[in-house]
Every structure is written in structure tokens, then in C-alpha cells.
Antibody
Framework: QVQLQQSGAELAKPGSSVKISCKASGYTFTSYYISWIKQTTGQGLEYIGYINTGSGGTNYNEKFKGKATLTVDKSSSTAFMQLSSLTPDDSAVYYC????WGQGTLVTVSS | DVVMTQTPPSLSVAIGQSVSISCKSSQSLVYSDGKTYLHWLLQSPGQSPKLLIYQVSNLGSGVPDRFSGTGSQKDFTLKISRVEAEDLGVYYCVQATHFPWTFGGGTKLELK
């Protein structure tokens, strides 16, 4: 069946980086862009940006430029999001979205 | 960015009751292709969001016809007829007409 399977929870230290994966199955990977969304209790749902899974082209919400980097590996039907220079404000559940939403990846930033 | 204002923030309902949720945008959501990219999501407890309705009024895959969406331009409504227990959770409207997508604050549907 069609699904997006995300990597597991991350515990990271301030100033470090994490890379989350989103593996697609059950459909032609390049048929859908992959978007990434941040969810926190305080800020709700925030759109980070998307990647064109065919060309690798990206478009970022201004708020997340310099914070998030989106990439894709067509050979494994996997999209990635790297979050850099982490602060406690980056603690959130991050979702990938294509034909469906992934199950989410919890990122906790703490010393 | 487009601001999405969703009301009410919470609803307490009895099974079998019908409810409506409002979503208003700060700008028209009609895209240059004539389509309106206003969608509704449901996030059930402990789950990721699921698409309920896309482009104002089209039911997502497997979504029962108890759900319906209406509206145009800047004013949209989600209606649930005959609420069932599986409908409980948080409902979000989201606009994908203007970049970046923006989301309403959510409406939490609870059992009375």
C-alpha cells in the first residue's frame, strides 16, 4: 500500500544537526513532490518547504531557509531533511507529506 | 503569509450530532488556474494528519460521505453529519494556493 515511512526519534544537542528520512513505497516516487511540515504545541503546523522528487528542485518557506535542507535519493525512493544549528525551538514532530502523510519524527533538542 | 482563521477552537458533540467548522483566509484562495487549493485534514489522537477533503469539496480516498466541504474565495466550511466516535480528533484547514502553505489553528472535536 501507499505509505511514507519516516526514521525514528532523534535526541540532539544544541548546535548539532540531524537528518530525517522519509521512504516512499507503493507508488511511483517521482509522481509526487514531498513536503515537510513542523508541528509543535505552541506554533501548530508550519510548512517548511518541498522538494521536486524528479528534479531535486526545492522551495523553502523563508522562515526555514538556512535551517532545513531538503534532498532526495531517487534510487531508494527516499527524501531527506537535514536540520542544522539546532536550538530548543527546533524540538518538534516533523512530517513528510506526499500522497499521504508520514507517521512523523520527533526531534528533541536538549543538552 | 496567508492567515487561516479557524473557528471554533473546540467542539463538544454527542454521537449522531451534526457539526460545522469554519475556516477563513486573509486572501482569496483562488489560484491562477481557477482552482481553489483549500483542504481539510483530520489528526486523530496519536496519529499523523490525514487528508479528508481537497480543493474545498472533494472527498479524500476512503472518506465517508458524512463529511462535506463548501465555500469559496476566503470563506470555507467543513460539515460532519451524524458524528461517529472515529471522527474525534483535531481538524485543520490548510491552504496550498499561496506559498508557503499555511494552516488553521485547529478545531478539537470531543465527545460530550
Amino acid at each position: 500500500q501507499v505509505q511514507l515511512q519516516q526514521s525514528g526519534a532523534e535526541l540532539a544537542k544544541p548546535g548539532s544537526s540531524v537528518k530525517i528520512s522519509c521512504k516512499a513505497s507503493g507508488y511511483t516516487f517521482t509522481s509526487y513532490y514531498i513536503s515537510w511540515i513542523k508541528q509543535t504545541t505552541g506554533q501548530g503546523l508550519e510548512y517548511i518547504g518541498y522538494i521536486n522528487t524528479g528534479s531535486g528542485g526545492t522551495n523553502y518557506n523563508e522562515k526555514f531557509k538556512g535551517k532545513a535542507t531538503l534532498t532526495v535519493d531517487k534510487s531508494s525512493s527516499t527524501a531527506f531533511m537535514q536540520l542544522s544549528s539546532l536550538t530548543p525551538d527546533d524540538s518538534a514532530v516533523y512530517y513528510c507529506e506526499g500522497p499521504y502523510w508520514g507517521q512523523g519524527t520527533l526531534v528533541t533538542v536538549s543538552s | 503569509d496567508v492567515v487561516m482563521t479557524q473557528t471554533p477552537p473546540s467542539l463538544s458533540v454527542a454521537i449522531g450530532q451534526s457539526v460545522s467548522i469554519s475556516c477563513k483566509s486573509s486572501q482569496s484562495l483562488v489560484y491562477s488556474d481557477g482552482k481553489t487549493y483549500l483542504h481539510w485534514l483530520l489528526q486523530s489522537p496519536g496519529q499523523s494528519p490525514k487528508l479528508l477533503i481537497y480543493q474545498v469539496s472533494n472527498l479524500g480516498s476512503g472518506v465517508p460521505d458524512r463529511f462535506s466541504g463548501t465555500g469559496s474565495q476566503k470563506d470555507f466550511t467543513l460539515k460532519i453529519s451524524r458524528v461517529e466516535a472515529e471522527d474525534l480528533g483535531v481538524y485543520y484547514c490548510v491552504q496550498a494556493t499561496h506559498f508557503p502553505w499555511t494552516f488553521g489553528g485547529g478545531t478539537k472535536l470531543e465527545l460530550k
